[in-house]
């Protein structure tokens, strides 16, 4: 399953969201040109654009409001992540070498903040105060999610249930946001607005979770950055918890988190966690989470993009980056 | 000159902001209220919003939009200001401890974020596309802005015209935000919004120059940091590019900038500067910044805030914090 024909639908448009993005770093400084002109070539996989499109393909598609909405969502979405990055000291993401590694600390921080504004920019240009106001909250949503995530690196004591909330924030709340506005725009019906707001939602708590198995069974190279990470900022996801629910007591796990990260039990983490029926266990937990997108996805007309949500959930679960 | 009186016209409406800035804090993860009420209890001045506000006296004065709007303008100036903190590693703003200094430079980060989120909340209640848009330009031009100052930061080759770009782009742009955005809510036409933009912009560099020589020439006690922190991080400012401009080859602000800021040479400038007709000079130069601010006023209706946006020329001048 190839996310090229996956996009078939709107995959003229999505070139038309990246052809946009990659206009954003003609600028007149050209210290400033340089920068983004890094960040824009590194483009990922572009799901949420993707999203934003394909849901406004139920009702009245408008390229005009929904070409810069999605552009908007992968600026806040590439945004976060060089906040992130700055935050984690993350040296490589998707194989090359992060800005706050280039650049520094406080100029991704820079950085970050102006592709904000850049997101804002293009969320206006919706002219839809709904979704200007929805794109705000969102931000406000992801960056307390991510505090959160701060707060709580390498306690012990965190649940299942605090796994949950803190991804729904960090992560399905922008996937939310990418189909609840693609609906939205193309003047969905509210019932409608719903339904794609919460396949967006759960098809993002499932993305996360797999993003989180990936972490521990992927390769560097695969990946872009190293196994692990999450555990060695001492983050724990839903494979690292399930370690600590399965075994009380002494596990590497525990003993990743108390030495802040020592890479011998982060290793012998990882080995733990490939070899335990643990990975199969969050892959069905992640495909409950398709599943109720799936089910929403039946209320919804039929038409050319549904097929292309249905794939998707199947897509985000087989992926290897 | 008190604020109180210059405010008095809006003072009423301007404690609802504060307010308002206040009840953000009522949020229901403890944690986030516990630094979000730190925030909002060490308060600055308040001069962007009650230009917001000033402005928006000339025609509909209409609060329902005003109010969102002075709010979301402060709102993105606190969130400049803890990203400012964490970018420089200062340790105090106004006489309080930084939030990196209390939690951390990541947790800033992203605490910065979640303001600037909340900005374009309020933002968006105004339902004005234009001044949505300029909120968003505005904040790409602080950010782009500062990107420049930190990569300017220890330069010695820096002119004059540089720095007057620099700080129109980090402080001007939302001075004039303030006085623009009042202008259009209040639906004035498009010379009134042209007048109070320039009103705005050209009150923002002389505050800034103002800003850049108490800096050298104030107290820690009244500055509520440390005096001639912009020299110790590097910044070239107004009094300290005179030196340089005065003094060619060796002189205080060459070593201090040499040294990265060591305090030996540092504390030489700054009686270089106290001692010699610079400041007068400085004063000088944001004095014609605000007869030209003055000047934009002359050419709007009389009214009852006409007199504050003057009486604000001079205050900024002769303010010591």
């Known amino acids: 399953m190839e996310l090229t024909s996956i996009y078939a639908p709107i995959l003229q448009d999505l070139n038309k969201v990246r052809d946009t993005l990659k206009s954003i770093s003609r600028v007149d400084f050209p210290w400033l040109a340089e920068q983004l002109g890094y960040v824009v070539r590194s483009a990922g996989k572009g799901i949420r654009p993707a999203l934003t499109l394909l849901s406004g393909k139920f009702y ?18 590439t945004a976060t992540l060089i906040h992130d990055d700055a935050i984690d000291n993350a040296v490589v993401r998707r194989g090359q070498p992060t800005i706050n590694k280039i650049w520094g600390d406080e100029n991704a921080i820079l950085l970050g903040d102006y ?56 992560t399905a709340s922008l996937f939310s946001l990418a189909t609840e506005s693609g609906a939205i725009l193309s003047g969905a019906p509210e019932s409608s607005v719903t339904l794609l707001r919460d396949y967006g ?45 399965r075994l009380p007591g002494d596990n590497p796990v525990r003993r990743a988190l108390a030495s802040r990260g ?50 998707l959930t199947e897509y985000i679960l087989i992926r290897d980056k």
């Open 262 to 311: 020592n890479r011998k039990y982060v290793n012998e983490a990882i080995r733990l966690i490939k070899n335990s029926p643990i990975v199969d266990e969050c892959y069905k937990i992640a495909a409950e989470y398709c599943e109720k997108a799936r089910q929403t996805l039946k209320k919804l007309p039929e038409n050319e993009s549904h097929k292309s949500l249905i794939d």
């Open 115 to 170: 592709l904000f504004a850049k997101a804002g920019e293009y969320v206006s240009d919706t002219l839809n105060p709904r979704v200007i106001k929805l794109f705000s909250q969102t931000l406000a949503t992801i960056s307390s999610g991510e505090i959160n995530q701060l707060l709580d690196a390498f306690k012990v004591e965190q649940s299942h249930e605090n796994y949950l909330q803190r991804i729904a924030r960090k």
């Open 60 to 77: 009245n598609y408008d390229l005009r409001y929904l070409l810069p909405m999605a552009v908007s969502v992968e600026l806040m979405h």
């Open 201 to 245: 939602y759960n098809l993002g708590v499932a993305f996360q979770i797999a993003d989180d198995i990936l972490d521990f069974i992927g390769t560097e190279e695969k990946l872009g950055k190293p196994v692990a990470s999450d555990l060695i900022q001492g983050t724990l996801t839903l494979p690292s918890l399930l370690v600590l629910e």
